[in-house]
Nanobody, 127 residues
Framework: QVQLVESGGGLVQAGGSLRLSCTAN????????MGWFRQAPGMEREFVAT????????YYADSVKDRFTISRDDGKNMVYLQMSNLRSEDTAVYYC????????????????????WGRGAQVTVSP
């Protein structure tokens, strides 16, 4: 069973930066697609960013494009989300997710495409 643990959340002022990290207990990189999702209070969980299995191709939600960067370190079994120019609307619990290979594309943007989830890390952006 793949277990994911997020770290690096916290409180930051608008315009600031944070980096989230996610580590897996098994060697799943680069075979799994990895993604970040977020969920604000009273809202549904939404896609933020993904990095594709094997290719490392990245894809972002429009709301974070050009502000967030997803990356991974295969040797360390880690995936990161660098967040810059944060806004109050970025406040949410951020979840790391891993999707098993077997689909006919390399990166995944839908919740159902992911098989394992972390417990989440709170990111709060103050005005």
């Amino acid at each position: 069973q793949v277990q994911l643990v997020e770290s690096g959340g916290g409180l930051v002022q608008a315009g600031g930066s944070l980096r989230l990290s996610c580590t897996a207990n098994e060697t799943i990189f680069p075979f799994y697609a990895m993604g970040w999702f977020r969920q604000a209070p009273g809202m549904e969980r939404e896609f933020v960013a993904t990095i594709g299995r094997i290719t490392g191709q990245t894809y972002y939600a429009d709301s974070v494009k050009d502000r967030f960067t997803i990356s991974r370190d295969d040797g360390k079994n880690m995936v990161y989300l660098q967040m810059s120019n944060l806004r109050s609307e970025d406040t949410a619990v951020y979840y790391c997710a891993a999707g098993e290979p077997g689909r006919n594309h390399y990166y995944y943007t839908e919740l159902y495409e992911y098989d394992f989830w972390g417990r989440g890390a709170q990111v709060t952006v103050s005005p």
